[in-house]
């Protein structure tokens, strides 16, 4: 079905004014806090007075780069990208950012999301002549951009034009030898925060990536907005964009760490909330709560909360393991949960146990997490997940399968129960998952849950 990459990724980049800092170590740090966002491949390009140096290779941004590398890409700005893509495409060509020479120059592009179009504008770029070397959607808005940049002066100008052309999401960082560009997509899908260190703008896909290098928060980046960073300051353009926005509540849910705040909401906060919430829509009679880490925890805290059933922690997590999801065969994938988790025996033998996980894609996690517990001695394992059921694909960036292999695409309630294992099992509402989000300043996209796209998928949609 997915012709193309799907890419759920991490961006950073800076614009050091008067070189207070070391441009090149600011951005490795920022990416090493957003690795979560993407452990596959990871990059750096820098501006070295009108020079673009970049490190881009696959693996984890500290296997990358070292003190030689840092030293060598000097500059005073900088982009940097994580990802992390699905099966099959996983090859250093497409890790990013992406350099391109071009008749104006040259640039190098990072970006966060999906472009729904990108298919049908490679091929209409194609037919004119353009070669493509990679399959990823960044390489096909750097070609569009170049092409259509001969008609300004300014890139932002073309950077408009070129907005009203893609459709998806898309967090976006663009590095030429005077400027550094920023634009978030019209409907605000994916994150994207503005901050401040001394002088100098930072741009990164999440807020905690500024806690820990002192950097000031600002704000968002804004739906549909532009901003232009060079030697005379920082300038905004706001593009069109719809009535309505449509960020990604999946962010919330699974993918954002806990500590960042997008659009008004922490997210910590968000997923407690979908916890308590959930304990009013499916009470349970049980004597423990645990949460499956690490995006399980602060649900499961709320679950506790308001359901008065003690907060025990359940699990033992090896850190050094990579996300399960990383590995890319349906094989590693299974074993990846073992190598992972370890339940604690103690706090599990004999109870009945409420196990509150995040989300359920395929199936195979939680299962394989279900019957852990049940090998430590759980009496009884009650599933509460802190999002709705999963039953459509996501094409804006979010790694969901096809709808075949999406358990709640193609089974009943009592049948899911049944395949994880479980004694009982319950989801929050959609309209449940909505309130965790309430005092946002966003719309929300739930179409991995509701099938509402909010644009138009429907040649890709398998019905
Ligand atoms: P499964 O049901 O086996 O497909 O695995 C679902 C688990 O994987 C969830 O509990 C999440 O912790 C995690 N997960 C959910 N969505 C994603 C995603 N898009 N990328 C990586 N991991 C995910």
Same mark, same amino acid.
């Given at each position: 079905m997915f012709d193309k990459l799907k890419e759920e990724c991490g961006v950073f980049g800076v614009y050091n004014n008067n070189n207070s800092f070391d441009t090149s170590r600011l951005t490795y740090y920022g990416l090493f806090a957003l690795q979560h966002r993407g452990q596959e491949s990871a990059g750096i390009a820098v501006n070295n007075n009108g020079t673009i140096l970049y490190r881009k290779e696959m693996g984890?941004? @500290? *296997?990358?780069?070292?003190?030689?590398?840092?030293? &060598?890409? =000097?500059?005073?700005?900088?982009?940097g990208h994580v990802r992390y893509s699905t099966t099959g495409e996983s090859y250093a060509e497409n890790a990013q950012p992406l350099v391109i020479k071009y008749t104006k120059g040259h640039m190098a592009i990072a970006h966060n999301g999906n472009i729904?179009? $990108? @298919?049908?504008?490679?091929?209409e770029l194609e037919d004119k002549g353009t070669i493509f070397q990679t399959t990823s959607d960044t390489e096909v808005i750097a070609a569009l951009l170049s092409r259509v940049r001969i008609k300004y002066s300014?890139? *932002?100008?073309?950077?408009?034009?070129?907005?009203?052309?893609?459709? #998806?999401? &898309?967090s976006l960082l663009i590095m030429t030898p005077h400027k550094l560009i920023v634009a978030r997509d019209p409907l605000g899908m994916r994150p994207l925060v503005i901050g401040k260190k001394d002088d100098s703008y930072v741009f990164s896909s999440e807020s905690c990536a500024f806690d820990s290098l002192g950097i *000031?928060?600002?704000?968002?980046?804004?739906? #549909?907005?532009?901003?232009?960073?060079?030697? =005379?300051?920082? =300038?905004?353009?706001?593009?069109?964009?719809?009535?309505k926005s449509a960020s990604c509540i999946f962010e919330y849910i699974y993918f954002a760490r806990p500590d960042s705040i997008m659009d008004g909401i922490e997210v910590y906060s968000a997923r407690y909330e979908a916890g308590r919430i959930l304990a009013k829509e499916h009470p349970v009679?049980?004597?423990?709560?645990?949460?499956?880490?690490? @995006? #399980?925890?602060? $649900?499961?805290?709320?679950?506790?909360d308001e359901s008065g059933i003690k907060y025990?922690?359940?699990?033992?997590?090896n850190r050094y393991v990579g996300r399960t999801f990383i590995q890319p065969s349906q094989e590693m994938r299974e074993l990846g949960v073992h190598l992972k988790l370890n339940p604690i025996r103690s706090q599990i033998e004999g109870k009945r146990v409420v196990m509150i996980d995040d989300s359920i894609v395929r199936g195979t996690t939680c299962r394989k997490i279900v019957n852990l517990l049940k090998d430590a001695g759980a009496k009884e394992v009650h599933v509460r997940v802190s999002s709705p059921p999963v039953k &459509?694909?996501? &094409?804006?960036?979010?790694?969901?399968? *096809?709808?075949? =292999?999406?358990i709640a695409g193609t089974k009943t309630m009592d049948e899911i129960r049944e395949l994880i294992c479980a004694d009982s099992l319950g989801y929050i509402s959609n309209e449940g998952l909505l309130n965790t989000c309430k005092n946002g300043k966003r719309e929300y996209c739930m179409a991995c849950f509701n099938g509402k796209y909010p644009i138009d998928v429907n040649n890709k949609e398998e019905k």
């Open positions: 984890m941004v @500290s *296997e990358i780069f070292d003190d030689v590398v840092l030293n &060598y890409l =000097k500059g005073h700005s900088a982009i729904t179009n $990108a @298919s049908e504008i490679k091929k300014a890139i *932002e100008d073309a950077l408009n034009e070129v907005m009203q052309i893609i459709k #998806g999401a &898309y *000031e928060f600002i704000r968002d980046v804004e739906p #549909g907005e532009i901003i232009i960073v060079d030697n =005379k300051g920082i =300038k905004s353009i706001q593009t069109k964009t719809p009535e009679d049980a004597d423990v709560v645990v949460g499956v880490p690490d @995006s #399980g925890l602060a $649900a499961a805290h709320g679950f506790a025990v922690g359940g699990f033992m997590k &459509y694909s996501c &094409y804006f960036g979010i790694d969901t399968p *096809e709808r075949t =292999k999406l």
